[in-house]
């Protein structure tokens, strides 16, 4: 049975709300964490929140460790003379040093442990390449952070991130995290430019053609240019409901990459905090617990946002967390409930109320914003949507654009999460019991982490359990 009034429903299906604010964050540009683009795209989130009318709507500054892209290239030597300097085709990864190396090539396919393993000493002062893909073989995704550690830890002095997908769309993303800057420069390629690298790599075995024919690997050479420098962050954040001690927390992250628009990524999730806001404005005095709205910053850079409100609100003052991260590429939720069963119950029960699709894993994952609150044991889990593009798709590169997305699917999510919102936030409405949402002791989530994320974890310096 669907618990939001007929009214709200109605609403949700025909607002344009949430794809304005959606259509205002693409047209910024830049909201690289720490940069003005940043902190414009949290101003108009805030702008959002008033003009829906909730209050306490403003931003919250904090420090982070900041970096600033300059130009980079990577060039190819010996018989196959090329050189890759454009956006389309080469992009530094950020965390990464400044700096330029020379050095043979060694393509690791999609860098697994057993691939970086295989190499062995190979890698000892070369430049290490890897997929962004992570194979069928594998059970859980493999993050470019593993794959660069690894690099590094293994001897190579350079690290080149290849595109799986095509179109020129050189990917981008974080490789330092807490730890900045990284130890060796890294770029991210498209897969075009990839796929001539990985060739030129495999002809080390006497092959005829030109390109490494007697037997030697291909030299290449990488320049990164870079700032890597302390400045601060936003989130944007406002209330709805009583003024409970307690909250609900609904949150997204408003930052970008800077070579992307970050529609989906997470343009999407910032105006759907928005846009379930304004919907749970409408029933305010149904609510018997606060909704506290919190767009973060600095997602994409190591989480800091999200740390951010987690190391400053008391535990027992977050009575659970619902964070979209990359919630528009169709209208199929899904939901990553980390083993909270409750959570998982109530999406579970929106999902058969509305009669829409629902995908659901309880994996603990230390990727998105909800992990600083679930490594804490607060119940917290990760809403996105599901579609038939394998890995990330667009996101990270400079396709996630708003052309890709569909403000019908944003209404329709924005309607299943206002509804599992309304109930965690709810004592029960129409005779319907609540599941029961309980927070976990921090020694049992740490115990219930499957042990290939604690691996990776502990190879990025992302373990927060000290040496347990």
């Known amino acids: 049975m669907v618990e939001l009034p007929d009214r709200v429903v109605g609403d949700a299906r025909t607002s344009d709300f949430g794809w304005a604010l959606l259509t205002d964050l693409t047209d910024i540009g830049n909201r690289m964490a720490g940069s003005a683009g940043e902190r414009r795209g949290a101003e108009r989130v805030v702008d959002a929140y008033e003009a829906a009318g909730l209050r306490n709507a403003g931003l919250v500054e904090f420090e982070i460790p900041g970096w600033w892209r300059g130009d980079s290239a990577l060039s190819v030597s010996g018989p196959v003379e090329r050189r890759h300097d454009g956006s389309h085709e080469t992009v530094a990864l950020p965390g990464t040093p400044a700096g330029d190396v020379t050095a043979p090539l060694v393509d690791v396919g999609d860098g697994t442990y057993e691939e970086f393993e295989a190499a062995g000493d190979e890698l000892e002062g070369a430049i290490a390449m890897a997929s962004s893909r992570t194979p069928d073989s594998h059970d859980r995704w493999l993050h470019r952070m593993e794959k660069y550690v690894n690099a590094a830890e293994h001897g190579a002095v350079g690290f080149v991130f290849r595109n799986h997908i095509e179109g020129s769309l050189p990917p981008t993303g974080e490789i330092g995290y807490h730890n900045r800057p990284g130890p060796i420069p890294a770029v991210g390629v498209s897969k075009e430019v990839g796929e001539r690298l990985a060739r030129l790599a495999a002809k080390t075995d006497g092959e005829a053609e030109r390109g490494a024919?007697?037997?030697?690997?291909p030299e290449i050479t990488i320049e990164v240019d870079c700032r890597n420098e302390p400045t601060t962050s936003v989130n944007a954040v406002a209330d709805v409901g009583p003024d409970t001690d307690e909250a609900v927390l609904l949150?997204?992250?408003?930052?970008?990459?800077?070579?992307?628009?970050?529609?989906?990524?997470?343009?999407?999730?910032?105006?759907?905090?928005?846009?379930?806001?304004?919907?749970?404005?409408?029933?305010?005095?149904?609510?018997?617990?606060?909704?506290?709205?919190?767009?973060?910053?600095?997602e994409e850079i190591g989480l800091w946002g999200a740390y951010h409100t987690a190391e400053t609100t008391p535990k027992e003052e977050i009575e659970c967390v619902v964070n979209l991260d990359g919630a528009c590429s169709s209208r199929d939720l899904r939901v990553g409930t980390n083993g909270f069963e409750g959570m998982a119950e109530t999406f579970e029960a929106v999902a058969d109320a509305f009669a829409t699709p629902i995908s659901t894993g309880e994996t603990i994952s230390p990727h998105g914003d909800q992990w600083a609150f679930v490594q804490e044991g607060i119940p917290a889990v990760m809403a996105s949507t599901s579609s038939d593009g394998s890995g990330r798709g667009w996101g990270h590169t400079h396709a996630d654009t708003l052309d890709k997305l569909d403000p019908r699917d944003l209404r329709e999510v924005a309607t299943l999460v206002a509804e599992a919102t309304y109930r965690f936030a709810t004592d029960g409405t129409k005779g319907t019991e609540r599941p029961t949402v309980e927070h976990r002791s921090r020694e049992s989530i740490r115990d219930a982490i499957d042990e290939r994320y604690e691996r990776e974890l502990k190879t990025g310096g992302r373990w927060p359990y000290g040496n347990d």
């Open 213 to 217: 024919g007697d037997g030697s690997r």
């Open 251 to 298: 949150t997204a992250h408003v930052d970008a990459h800077d070579v992307s628009d970050g529609a989906n990524d997470n343009g999407a999730g910032s105006a759907l905090v928005a846009e379930v806001g304004r919907l749970l404005g409408t029933v305010e005095d149904d609510l018997d617990t606060r909704v506290r709205l919190v767009t973060f910053g600095s």
